[in-house]
């Protein structure tokens, strides 16, 4: 009986682990846009940037201060070039007992930042990076709730 238990316990490892390989889907413009408009205290805009690099930007502002950006590429690659060009903007911005997550999977990166006063997680999907700007220290775990949401 106890080496049946450990088999199936291994057998679920595996399939757990072979799922965390899986590609992501990422969010388009429009369900990011739907899903601020749905939270009270944002305000979402569309930058109107499409430059050959980016399809779309859209930006929704908190009423706290902060701001959820995504940016839609043209093409995967160029969400993969920008990705750890915004990681090292934001690396530097943290400067003074920064604490830092990194992820990697697959179609997906994410990495997040914080120090006493701020948060910020950058996250890419396929062609799409989301990125948390001037997250207030007592913001984050409202902010880490929405892009849980989303998928980021």
Known sequence: MKKFVI????????????AC?????????EEFVDYFEGIDGFEVFDRGIENGRY??????????GYDVFLYVY???YQ??????????DMDDYFTDNKASMSISVANYDKVSYSD???YSVISRIGNT??????VPKDCQEEV????ESLGY
């Open 55 to 64: 399809s779309c930007v859209i930006e929704a502002d908190s009423e706290d």
């Open 129 to 134: 990076i989301v990125h948390t700007i001037n």
């Open 21 to 29: 390989g899986t590609d992501k889907t990422p969010i388009t413009s």
């Open 144 to 147: 880490k709730v929405y892009l």
């Open 79 to 88: 969400a993969e070039d920008d990705f750890p060009e915004l990681v090292d």
């Open 7 to 18: 088999c199936l316990l291994c057998l679920c490892m595996v399939f757990s682990l072979s």
């Open 116 to 118: 006493s006063d701020k």
């Open 74 to 76: 043209e093409e995967e």
